[in-house]
């Protein structure tokens, strides 16, 4: 609707509808849990520790989930309880015993006397975070110039 210049993807993006960058910087995907879970004791978690746990997954990723793949399961096939537009709801829910949810590391803070801990995935999934505009998009000064610095800091020069 043209509101807006730029969005950031942790995705792959539609490259019919967008022009992008794809980020030096991305994330890493994990589950959040209580600090007393059995899980908490791991390193990190691997597919079969998820498969009969009660699981909190992000709605905008439910559609088209990445971990299918990771998992080794269909979604259908795992014990899907609820379902997150913002983590830190999701963090609410695990804190009260609900569930384990699968999300990316640092949005929730899990330091101190938090109840909550984060473990990685293992085999290692991340996400890579993208740049995206819209195809043909006809940027304002302020906007071109964002994207050229971006380029030029981040080393990204070519890869619209």
Same mark, same amino acid.
């Given at each position: 609707?043209?509101?807006?210049?730029?969005?950031?993807?942790?995705?792959?993006? %539609?490259?019919?509808?967008? #022009?992008?960058?794809?980020?030096?910087?991305? %994330?890493? +995907?994990? $589950?959040?849990?209580?600090?007393?879970?059995?899980?908490?004791?791991? #390193?990190? &978690?691997?597919?079969?520790?998820?498969?009969?746990?009660?699981?909190? $997954?992000?709605?905008? #990723?439910? %559609?088209? +989930?990445?971990?299918?793949? +990771? &998992?080794?399961? %269909?979604?259908?096939?795992?014990?899907?309880?609820?379902?997150?537009?913002?983590?830190?709801?999701?963090?609410?829910?695990? #804190?009260?015993?609900?569930?384990?949810?699968?999300?990316?590391?640092?949005?929730?803070?899990?330091?101190?006397?938090?109840?909550?801990?984060?473990?990685?995935?293992?085999?290692?999934?991340?996400?890579?975070?993208?740049? &995206? +505009?819209?195809?043909?998009?006809?940027?304002?000064?302020?906007?071109?110039?964002?994207?050229?610095?971006?380029?030029?800091?981040?080393?990204?020069?070519?890869?619209?």
């Amino acid at each position: 609707k043209g509101l807006i210049d730029f969005g950031l993807l942790f995705r792959d993006p %539609d490259l019919k509808k967008y #022009e992008w960058l794809t980020l030096p910087a991305g %994330d890493v +995907w994990g $589950v959040l849990m209580r600090r007393d879970s059995p899980l908490a004791q791991k #390193e990190y &978690i691997t597919p079969q520790d998820l498969w009969d746990k009660p699981l909190i $997954v992000s709605a905008q #990723e439910s %559609d088209h +989930w990445p971990m299918s793949r +990771w &998992i080794g399961r %269909d979604p259908e096939e795992l014990s899907v309880v609820a379902t997150y537009n913002l983590v830190f709801n999701a963090s609410l829910l695990v #804190e009260e015993g609900l569930g384990y949810a699968l999300c990316f590391d640092k949005l929730i803070n899990v330091s101190g006397d938090s109840k909550l801990c984060f473990r990685p995935l293992y085999p290692r999934m991340e996400g890579e975070a993208s740049i &995206i +505009w819209k195809r043909y998009q006809v940027f304002s000064k302020a906007a071109q110039k964002f994207i050229d610095a971006l380029q030029e800091c981040c080393g990204l020069e070519g890869q619209k």
